[in-house]
């Protein structure tokens, strides 16, 4: 895959940083001339207003690093009334992101003219230590990637490995690292409990050549995910978003032999797939950056209960059904979720609620910890 962080045109870095071992990091990792030490003017949401298409794909080749005065520590989008949530946390190092998926939701709200790397991980796990202390007996899932990829610029922050410091010492709480990089080398040899959970979000190469632009090839996921599941780490698959494309079965039954021949059930510690959906807000914005070529931008998509679009209840149906029963077909060990659906795919798809499945309980279970 594309060196990433070669791709940042300008890199304005906060002036406290200068000195620091992260400051020191960027002027080794950047030439001179990209690098300023000074930050743009922070405008509020409301003066900042939309970005156009070409802004927001500039946004995603300047960056700009420094500390996030606000909390860390949130719970997942996916809890909400009218879907059924898996019960996890996210913790946001950052906002945007430097691949280029056609789909990706920060289309719908990301409005600043920059990707941002916060750089004050002292106090993210300052954060987690309160929330730790406060419900000792809790069991958290917590994923980083939510609003940026979880590896893509680690290799400028490093803050993947303090968090699996902090993980280390809390082995009842599991983090989960949500990538489609295949930069995984720095972290392969760092000690863990097994709570350390690196997952890829995987699609047919037709689909990843045509919508994903920027990420690790399929087979570079793959790959990246046999070597952790070497070193001990658990690792996860999202199908999702799965795209309906001409001879989309042929393409996606091509990707479930693959990963069937690449891992067994026990290596996987969770599968999951979601049909396509998108914000109605960056419907405009995808169709400007990417037209109507993509699979994407030229779907029929229909508003649901939550607002979002997504396909019609019964193309969704036909879609799980054909990756459930491929899954089952080649072992019945594979057991898959639904991914950010609706109570009424879940009774649709598999008659009863998760939290009603054996296998899927325990993601479906309510959480100790109040939501902060
Ligand atoms: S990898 Fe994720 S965050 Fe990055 S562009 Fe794609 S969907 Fe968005």
Same mark, same amino acid.
């Given at each position: 895959?594309?060196?990433? &962080?070669?791709?940042?045109?300008?890199?304005?870095?906060?002036?406290? /940083?200068?000195?620091?071992?992260?400051?020191?990091?960027?002027?080794?990792?950047?030439?001179?001339?990209?690098?300023?030490?000074?930050?743009?003017?922070?405008?509020?949401?409301?003066?900042?207003?939309?970005?156009?298409?070409?802004?927001?794909?500039?946004?995603?080749?300047?960056?700009?690093?420094?500390?996030?005065?606000?909390?860390?520590?949130?719970?997942?989008?996916?809890?909400?009334?009218?879907?059924?949530?898996?019960?996890?946390?996210?913790?946001?190092?950052?906002?945007?992101?430097?691949?280029?998926?056609?789909?990706?939701?920060?289309?719908?709200?990301?409005?600043?003219?920059?990707?941002?790397?916060?750089?004050?991980?002292?106090?993210?796990?300052?954060?987690?230590?309160?929330?730790?202390?406060?419900?000792?007996? @809790?069991?958290?899932? &917590?994923?980083?990637?939510?609003?940026?990829?979880?590896?893509?610029?680690?290799?400028?922050?490093?803050?993947?490995?303090?968090?699996?410091?902090?993980?280390?010492?809390?082995?009842?709480?599991?983090?989960?690292?949500?990538?489609?990089?295949?930069?995984?080398?720095?972290?392969?040899?760092?000690?863990?409990?097994?709570?350390?959970?690196?997952?890829?979000?995987?699609?047919?190469?037709?689909?990843?050549?045509?919508?994903?632009?920027?990420?690790?090839?399929?087979?570079?996921?793959?790959? @990246?995910?046999?070597?952790?599941?070497?070193?001990?780490?658990?690792?996860?698959?999202?199908?999702?978003?799965?795209?309906?494309?001409?001879?989309?079965?042929?393409?996606?039954?091509?990707?479930?032999?693959?990963?069937?021949?690449?891992?067994?059930?026990?290596?996987?510690?969770?599968?999951?797939?979601?049909?396509?959906? &998108?914000?109605?807000?960056?419907?405009?914005?995808?169709?400007?950056?990417?037209?109507?070529?993509?699979?994407?931008?030229?779907?029929?998509?229909?508003?649901?209960?939550?607002?979002? /679009?997504?396909?019609?209840?019964?193309?969704?149906?036909?879609?799980?059904?054909?990756? /459930?029963?491929?899954?089952?077909?080649?072992?019945?060990?594979?057991?898959?979720?639904?991914?950010?659906?609706?109570?009424?795919?879940?009774?649709?798809?598999?008659?009863?609620?998760?939290?009603?499945?054996?296998?899927?309980?325990?993601?479906?279970?309510?959480?100790?910890?109040?939501?902060?």
């Amino acid at each position: 895959m594309v060196q990433l &962080i070669s791709r940042f045109e300008k890199v304005m870095v906060s002036p406290e /940083l200068q000195g620091t071992p992260l400051g020191q990091r960027v002027e080794w990792l950047f030439p001179k001339e990209v690098i300023s030490w000074q930050l743009p003017q922070l405008k509020s949401s409301a003066q900042l207003g939309e970005l156009s298409a070409d802004q927001y794909s500039k946004s995603k080749r300047t960056l700009c690093i420094l500390p996030f005065p606000g909390n860390f520590f949130k719970r997942c989008p996916g809890f909400k009334k009218g879907l059924a949530c898996c019960n996890y946390y996210v913790l946001n190092l950052g906002l945007q992101c430097p691949m280029d998926c056609s789909y990706c939701y920060l289309q719908s709200y990301h409005n600043t003219p920059t990707t941002t790397l916060y750089s004050n991980i002292d106090s993210a796990i300052d954060e987690l230590h309160t929330m730790f202390n406060e419900n000792p007996l @809790s069991q958290l899932r &917590i994923g980083t990637g939510e609003t940026m990829d979880s590896l893509a610029l680690d290799s400028i922050s490093l803050h993947n490995a303090r968090l699996m410091e902090f993980f280390f010492d809390h082995p009842k709480w599991y983090l989960e690292f949500k990538t489609k990089t295949n930069y995984v080398d720095h972290l392969l040899d760092l000690p863990h409990r097994r709570n350390v959970i690196f997952s890829w979000s995987l699609n047919p190469q037709e689909v990843i050549d045509h919508e994903e632009h920027l990420t690790a090839s399929l087979q570079e996921r793959l790959n @990246s995910a046999r070597l952790c599941a070497d070193r001990g780490f658990p690792v996860a698959f999202y199908l999702d978003p799965l795209i309906w494309h001409e001879n989309w079965k042929d393409h996606y039954r091509q990707l479930i032999e693959q990963v069937t021949t690449t891992f067994e059930p026990h290596e996987v510690v969770q599968l999951a797939m979601g049909a396509l959906r &998108i914000q109605p807000e960056q419907r405009h914005l995808m169709r400007e950056r990417f037209g109507m070529e993509s699979y994407v931008t030229s779907s029929e998509l229909l508003p649901c209960v939550t607002g979002k /679009l997504r396909y019609d209840s019964h193309l969704r149906k036909e879609l799980y059904h054909f990756v /459930l029963s491929e899954f089952k077909a080649r072992c019945s060990g594979w057991t898959i979720s639904l991914c950010m659906e609706t109570i009424q795919a879940w009774k649709q798809n598999y008659h009863e609620m998760p939290a009603r499945i054996p296998e899927l309980r325990p993601f479906f279970q309510p959480s100790q910890p109040a939501h902060r």
